[in-house]
């Protein structure tokens, strides 16, 4: 059974700071591992997507990268702003299903 | 291409009564999911349609719920006998994959239910 885990569950920065997120996940056997931005009481924005083939994807600011081998993901944020602040979730599908299988979320602060 | 909606936005209602959410996928695509989330947690998996046809539902799907999608377009999501458990965002996405490695799903605003 896939188990997707989110370290650390809330982070709280100041504004400018690089950042690392991290996801880990307990089955390599994925479709593809999914970035999600939750604004409070709001839907799910895609950030980033990386195939399992791929080992990473660039958006603007944004850089998540994917081991697939160890079963894990990183979001990497560089020079943070208050607007990033938000709950960070990542997903991923598992091979043979089309269901997203979530983390729990980082909830990320950055102090102006 | 207006995106994902979903209706009501809020719904409070009390113990034990139905409700209905409606969801309107983007116009193309012809896979459609919904999730739940409660506070403080990441989604989780209900059911998901292929056009028409449900084709996976999770055990959290009990038999007070039932989803349907009639001519693969919107679809909507019922819960008999509302109990406080109930209470959660409930979450619509979909998606027009064409592989699975590449397949995004695309999330709506949700629906937040609470049951009195």
């Known amino acids: 059974k896939q188990e997707v885990t989110q370290i650390p569950a809330a982070l709280s920065v100041p504004e400018g700071e690089n950042l690392v997120l991290n996801c880990s996940f307990t089955?390599?056997?994925?479709?593809?591992l999914q970035w999600f931005r939750q604004d409070p009481g709001k839907g799910l924005t895609s950030l980033l997507l990386i195939q399992s083939s791929q080992r990473e994807q660039t958006s603007g600011r944004l850089n998540a990268s994917l081991d697939k081998s160890s079963g894990r993901s990183t979001l990497y944020i560089a020079a943070s702003q208050p607007g990033d602040s938000a709950t960070y979730l990542c997903a991923v599908t598992t091979s043979g299903t089309y269901k997203y299988i979530f983390g729990t979320g980082t909830r990320l602060k950055v102090l102006a | 291409d207006t995106g994902v909606s979903q209706d009501p936005r809020h719904k409070i209602t009390k113990r034990g009564q139905n409700v209905t959410f409606r969801c309107d996928p983007i116009?193309?695509?012809?896979?459609l999911y919904w999730y739940r989330q409660t506070l403080g947690q990441g989604p989780e998996f209900l059911t998901y349609?292929?056009?028409?046809?449900?084709?996976?539902k999770s055990r959290l799907l009990s038999d007070r719920f039932s989803a349907e999608r009639p001519k693969g377009s919107f679809s909507t999501l019922e819960i008999q006998r509302t109990e406080q458990g109930d209470s959660a965002m409930y979450l619509c996405?979909?998606?027009?994959?064409?592989?699975?490695?590449?397949?995004?799903?695309?999330f709506g605003p949700g629906t937040r239910l609470t049951v009195l």
């Open positions: 089955d390599s056997a994925i479709y593809n």
């Open positions: 116009s193309e695509h012809n896979r």
């Open positions: 349609f292929q056009n028409e046809a449900q084709l996976e």
């Open positions: 996405a979909s998606s027009q994959p064409r592989v699975p490695s590449t397949d995004t799903q695309y």
